[in-house]
């Protein structure tokens, strides 16, 4: 039977995941206090986006930004990757409404919470420095 958002909302309760509705978008509290995961659910599939920084004016920082960004979606990320949108960094991901179980949205929401745990300090490292 196809799954819909009230089955979304009902698995990140049985995770045990606080969320709170804006405008038709989940937000779902996030490992170590970091910005929101921003669920949003457009049949056929559920979307997951992080907003992690701007991308450096400079060309030196870029580079190396952009580097670690794809360092860790050769190596540390399964479910999700990152990308640019416009002048932003964004972490990212989807999945198949239609037969969503409740390990799959857990497993997208680990990587994501260990990307943001693991990952964000280092990027915000490699755009500054």
Do not use: K, W
Request: contains cysteine; hydrophobic residues 45%.
């Amino acid at each position: 039977m196809p799954r819909t958002r009230e089955d979304v909302e009902t698995y990140l309760y049985q995770l045990d995941r606080r969320f709170e509705d804006q405008h038709g978008t989940l937000l779902v509290s996030a490992g170590g206090g970091a910005t929101p995961i921003a669920i949003q659910i457009a049949a056929p599939i559920v979307v997951f986006r992080v907003s992690i920084g701007s991308v450096p004016d400079d060309a030196e920082h870029q580079i190396r930004l952009f580097r670690r960004l794809l360092e860790h979606n050769a190596t540390d990320l399964m479910h999700c990757s990152y990308g640019i949108e416009g002048t932003n960094v964004v972490l990212s991901g989807a999945l198949a409404l239609d037969n969503l179980d409740v390990n799959e949205l857990e497993a997208t929401l680990s990587d994501i919470d260990l990307a943001l745990v693991r990952h964000v300090p280092g990027l915000f490292e490699a755009a500054r420095s």
